[in-house]
């Protein structure tokens, strides 16, 4: 077995290999030791990447599905899994990535379209309304507010010169001097 990723939360670490999902309990410190337990079997992680810690919950990117361990892990129900999973560059898994949103309560999922090779879509969960919306974002990185207002992302802007340009987001209602076109679109009910 190989270890794929691992995630902090809770005073426990979540580790997760090709097989297996285990649990890391820090159980001493005079003489410092560890217990591991494994929670599940035959669930998966894309990428050492694909998860992050947001509210008391880790989240994570799965080959098939989304996951959240809180104590135990569940699937999370997906209203738009067959739109992501059935348009993604699995030859590209490693660059995708997870990153939290605190302020709107949401975790966000990075992910390379099928025919891209760079990371240029993501899915939004907004765990307190059990919310799913989808988007094309070219991101290579994201760091959530804390220190600083707003949330601060990466990417690209010349592969050939290998630069890159450093985004804040959530400020505003423009794409820099660009207006953003947005719009809702939804099932028939």
Known sequence: SKIIGASESKGEIILWTDTAVYKMDFLGSEIPYFMFSEISTNISIVSRTAATTAG???????????YRYNGGIEVLPCSVLNYVYSDMNYLQKE???????????????????????????????????????????????????????????????????????????????????????????????
């Not at 919950?57 to 599905?65: A, Q």
């Not at 025919?115 to 899915?123: C, G, K, L, M, P």
């Open 56 to 66: 008391d919950s880790i989240y994570w990117m799965g080959d098939r599905n989304f």
């Open 95 to 189: 660059l995708f990535f997870a990153a939290p949103n605190t302020e709107f309560n949401e975790v966000v999922f990075f992910y390379c379209s099928e025919n891209s090779d760079e990371v240029d879509r993501y899915v939004t969960f907004n765990y307190a309304e059990n919310l799913w919306t989808i988007g094309s974002m070219v991101r290579t990185s994201w760091s959530d507010c804390g220190l600083r207002q707003n949330p601060h992302a990466a990417s690209v802007s010349n592969a050939t010169l290998n630069t890159s340009v450093l985004c804040e987001q959530e400020v505003g209602e423009n794409d820099g001097d660009d207006p953003m076109t947005a719009f809702v679109e939804s099932a028939y009910f």
